[in-house]
């Protein structure tokens, strides 16, 4: 009888290893959606800098941009053996959500797997922010992804700041304008300090990723704010 128990209670602790190391092998995945508008003419405006850091995380990561599925172009990989889908909504920016909400669908992920990157007006061209939640703030392309997700806003979000209009601008002319030389600059270095932290995100977790990465974006932004491009 002490043999028999003391077999069993060998199988159970051998049990829980394999449960625990199966269930660390097999992580949960994450969706990342860039928002921006299809058409060779939007290539490089501001509004499009959500599928430019889309592109530059491929490219990085190695993986393909050569699908279509859920009215996206799309392409997935392992990164820190974290399985990842990349979409870019061919819906225009408007209807981002006719893509977003039906691929998060189909692949069953909580809305908390759901990242999705944006531009931003309301930070200084070349300051990113990583939110666990929020509302669209008047993006049309956020709104419509939060329509799609049934009103849920409880998913992570990267902004990718662009500054404001000069003067009197019309916001949607200013949203549809390439970048200047020097703010060019700044979004490319944006687009490096994106991938890093999509890239801890997958392997720290996105609280830890965003307490640290916001820190050093918050000193960026102090000392990006008063010099205008």
Known sequence: MKLMRGVIMLVGRFSKRFFCAAAFSNPRPWLFVGLGNTGDKYMGTRHNVGFELIDAFAKSQGISMDAVHCK?????????????????????????????????????????????????????????????????????????????????????????????????????????????????????VALEEGVDVLKEVLSKGLTESARCFNREQKYKHLRLQTMPV
């Open 72 to 188: 996206a172009i799309f392409g997935k990989g392992f990164v820190h053996g974290v399985p990842v889908f990349l979409a870019k909504p061919q819906t225009y920016m408007n209807l981002s959500g006719e893509s977003s909400g039906p691929m998060a669908a189909y692949y069953k992920l909580p809305l908390n797997r759901v990242l999705v990157f944006h531009d931003d007006m309301g930070l200084p061209c070349g300051v990113l922010r990583l939110h666990p939640k929020g509302n669209h703030g008047s993006h049309n392309g956020l709104k419509s992804v939060i329509d799609h997700f049934r009103g849920n806003k409880e998913f992570p979000r990267l902004r990718i700041g662009i500054g404001r209009p000069p003067g009197q601008m019309d916001p949607k002319a200013f949203l549809l304008q390439k970048f200047n030389a020097k703010a060019r600059e700044r979004i490319d």
